[in-house]
């Protein structure tokens, strides 16, 4: 006999906590402890910012994320899928033997948006888990008489972008989209801004904006900064060696990294973090010279490593350099992507994701192109995945960068705009954006490079 439908809602005690005394706990198959890292990360409240429900009429029967979330314990306590419909439950140290129904979701973007954000809430438990150093059956397996402690993190929510056409950066938040206007706007006037190609932020807050000039000059603002507020540091003079500077990162230490795209400059300049008001500082550590492959440097990025990459717009290339890095450096690149198979066409900017995976930007061809981490020497490696089509919206972008999920943001110099795509599957993706900031009120004018930040 058919069981009857009815909706299942999954509820826990709010008192029970995991202890763990002597290095043990009680089996319970692990939910507990997954409900705990769950509350300590605030997973489940993240996902819920970034789900969008695109159900109508009789579909709306539950809300999308509390599908979600009923989905993802059920499937941790040892659920198999049985039908579109039905989950049927096997027991599980006694947690539960029961069968839960399962809505079945719209077809389209929700049904997609609910796959992705399962297996990303599921890989955050796990991590998070590992990150607390837990073992055992259970998970755990901790110094006695420990309660679970699970940092949450922060999320990457907003976007900063340096605007060439308007002298300005303008800032917004993830989830934007249509004809917004910017969360903050960081203009010329007080701020004195010019020719601004690329901003990065610092762990407190702070905004950096790097100036094609020569000499280059970078411009830091206070996280605090209301439009009109001058700079509260300026890095610009002979001393810097910054000539026609474009491309900038910074490190968890708050050091800038900047690349001169001046062809008889080709080099990389470390700074320390600046100190207020104007200075000339000499760079902590140039990369320049033969040995280094740089040719007309454009963008660049840091992985968790602090490995610099960056995008060779001359020579077609992306070049990876290992630290430690100091004084003047003629160094060959630790690895390099290059040559017919990369599919190259006026590269330009360039992110990682958490896995080490390259995003580079086409302007010629309006792509943007995902590579597997280099390998050591050189490498004429193929894209592992291409964003690319008349779907895309693509026009001569410029900036990349990920977030903590694996989206991207892309901002395009030819129509004044940022999308936004979903990871990319392998292979060819003629992808339409999940997002898209556009329009006249979004202060967007010919869009460099942009960033992500708290």
């Not at 579109?84 to 439950?89: E, T, Y």
């Not at 990294?257 to 008889?264: A, E, G, I, M, Q």
């Not at 454009?298 to 992306?318: K, P, R, W």
């Not at 894209?383 to 395009?412: K, R």
């Amino acid at each position: 006999m058919r069981p009857k439908r009815s909706p299942f809602q999954l509820s826990f005690n709010s008192g029970l906590r995991v202890v763990f005394q002597g290095a043990q706990v009680t089996s319970d198959g692990g939910l507990f402890l997954v409900r705990e890292s769950d509350q300590g990360l605030g997973a489940n409240a993240l996902l819920a910012g970034h789900l969008a429900d695109s159900r109508r009429g009789k579909n709306v029967r539950l809300p999308l994320f509390d599908l979600l979330r009923q989905s993802i314990y059920i499937r941790l306590a040892g659920c198999i899928l049985i039908d579109p419909d039905a989950l049927w439950c096997y027991e599980t140290c006694g947690i539960m033997h029961a069968v839960a129904e399962s809505r079945r979701l719209a077809h389209g973007r929700a049904e997609a948006q609910m796959n992705q954000a399962r297996g990303i809430l599921v890989a955050l438990v796990v991590v998070s888990v590992l990150a607390v150093g837990m073992t055992g059956s259970a998970g755990a397996q901790l110094a006695d008489s420990q309660t679970v402690r699970v940092k949450k993190p922060h999320p990457l929510h907003t976007i900063y972008v340096a605007n060439l056409g308007a002298d300005s950066i303008t800032v917004y938040k993830t989830g934007n989209k249509g004809d917004v206007k910017p969360r903050r706007t960081i203009v010329s006037g007080k701020s004195s801004i010019a020719y601004p190609m690329s901003v990065a932020v610092d762990p407190h807050g702070n905004i950096y904006e790097c100036e094609n000039t020569n000499p280059g000059a970078i411009l830091e603002f206070s996280h605090r900064h209301i439009k009109g507020d001058p700079a509260i540091a300026t890095v610009t003079g002979a001393t810097t060696g910054m000539v026609f500077p474009v491309g900038m990162a910074i490190d968890t230490s708050g050091k800038l990294y900047v690349v001169n795209s001046d062809p008889y400059v080709n080099s990389v300049e470390i700074f320390a973090p600046p100190t207020p008001g104007t200075s000339d500082p000499a760079p902590l550590a140039t990369i320049a010279g033969g040995n280094t492959q740089l040719s007309v440097p454009v963008g660049i990025a840091l992985d968790s490593a602090g490995d610099v990459y960056v995008v060779n717009q001359f020579a077609t290339s992306v070049t990876e350099f290992t630290p430690p890095f100091s004084g003047s450096m003629n160094v060959a690149p630790t690895a390099v992507i290059s040559g017919a198979n990369a599919g190259f066409s006026n590269p330009a900017g360039i992110a990682l994701d958490q896995a080490g995976n390259i995003y580079v930007t086409n302007q010629n061809s309006s792509a943007v192109l995902e590579f597997a981490p280099p390998v050591a020497g050189g490498s004429n490696q193929s894209p592992i995945a291409t964003i690319s089509g008349s779907e895309t919206d693509l026009s001569n972008p410029v900036g990349v960068a990920v977030d903590t999920f694996g989206n991207l943001f892309v901002s395009n110099s030819a129509s004044d705009t940022i999308v936004e795509f979903a990871p990319p599957v392998s292979g060819a993706n003629n992808l339409a954006p999940i997002r898209e900031i556009d329009g006249s009120r979004t202060g967007l004018n010919s869009p460099q490079f942009l960033t992500l930040g708290r």
